[in-house]
C-alpha cells in the first residue's frame, strides 16, 4: 500500500524522502483516476474507487486533491502543458504554410501516442466532465488559439488580415488540431489515413487563408 504518511524521524534526508513519497503517491491518483476514467469518465467514478485502485485510504486522497473536480483540473492542466509547449515550438520554427502542414502534423500523432491516456480523458470530459473540468478544458484551448493568433501576427499576417480575421484562423487551426488528435484517439490504427485527410484539409484551409484579405487590416503595432 502506497502512504505519505509523515516519518518518525527528523532530518533533510527524510523531509526529501517525504516529499518523494508524497509525490509519488499523488502521481499515483492521477494514472489511477486516468485508468478508472478510460472507459466512461471523470462522473462516473469516486474518490473511494481511486484510492482503492491506488492503495490508499480515502483521508490520503484529500492530502492531495480536495475533491475529484480538483484531480480533474490537475490532470486538464498535465494535458496541456506539454501539448502547448510543443505546438508553440512546432508553429514558430515553421515561417511557411508548407513548412507548418508538414511538420507540424506528424509531430501532434507522436504526441498522441505518447500521451494516448491524457487525450482521451481531454475528449471525453470536454463535453461530459463536470462544469469546471469542461470550462478549464476551454480556457486551454481559448490560451493556446491566443498564442497561435500573436504568432500568425508576427509573420507579418497583420498588413493583409485584422485582428479579428487573425483570431478566426488561430480559432479554425486550433479546432481543426483539436478534432484531428480526437480521431487519432477514437481510431489509432487508421493513423496514416487520418494524417493524409488532415493534411489535405488543413492545405484547403491555409490556400484560403493566404488569399483571404479582410476589409479592415490591423493597423501596425
Same mark, same amino acid.
Given at each position: 500500500? @502506497? &502512504? ?26 492521477? +494514472?489511477?483516476?486516468?485508468? !478508472? ?30 475533491? @475529484? ?10 494535458? #496541456? ?7 508553440? +515550438? ?9 513548412? #507548418?502542414? +508538414?511538420?507540424? !502534423? ?12 491524457? $487525450?482521451? #480523458?481531454?475528449?471525453?470530459?470536454? &463535453? ?16 493556446? &488559439? ?8 508576427? &509573420?507579418?499576417?497583420?498588413?493583409? $488580415? ?6 478566426? @484562423?488561430?480559432? @479554425?487551426?486550433?479546432? #481543426?488540431?483539436? %478534432? ?19 493534411? %489535405? ?21
Amino acid at each position: 500500500m @502506497l &502512504t505519505d504518511a509523515e516519518p518518525t524521524e527528523s532530518g533533510a534526508g527524510q523531509r526529501e524522502s517525504r516529499a518523494v513519497r508524497k509525490e509519488r503517491t499523488r502521481r499515483a491518483i492521477l +494514472d489511477a483516476a486516468l485508468a !478508472l476514467a478510460a472507459d466512461s469518465n471523470l462522473a462516473a467514478i469516486s474518490l473511494r474507487q481511486v484510492a482503492k485502485q491506488v492503495g490508499v485510504v480515502p483521508t490520503a486522497f484529500y492530502r492531495h486533491f480536495g475533491s @475529484l473536480e480538483l484531480l480533474g483540473l490537475a490532470l486538464v492542466d498535465e494535458s #496541456f502543458r506539454s501539448l502547448r509547449l510543443m505546438l508553440l +515550438d512546432v508553429w514558430r520554427h515553421a515561417p511557411e504554410y508548407r513548412d #507548418f502542414i +508538414d511538420g507540424s !502534423l506528424p509531430i501532434v500523432a507522436e504526441h498522441v501516442r505518447e500521451h494516448r491516456p491524457h $487525450y482521451a #480523458f481531454i475528449a471525453r470530459e470536454r &463535453t461530459a466532465g463536470p462544469p469546471r473540468v469542461r470550462e478549464a478544458i476551454g480556457q486551454q484551448i481559448e490560451l493556446i &488559439t491566443r498564442e497561435l493568433a500573436t504568432d500568425i501576427a508576427r &509573420t507579418g499576417a497583420a498588413e493583409r $488580415y485584422s485582428a479579428a480575421d487573425i483570431a478566426l @484562423l488561430a480559432d @479554425l487551426i486550433v479546432s #481543426f488540431v483539436v %478534432t484531428m488528435a480526437e480521431r487519432l484517439v477514437d481510431d489509432p490504427e487508421s493513423e496514416e489515413q487520418t494524417l493524409d485527410r488532415a493534411r %489535405t484539409q488543413l492545405r484547403m484551409l491555409l490556400v484560403g487563408a493566404v488569399n483571404w484579405r479582410s476589409q479592415e487590416p490591423a493597423a501596425p503595432a
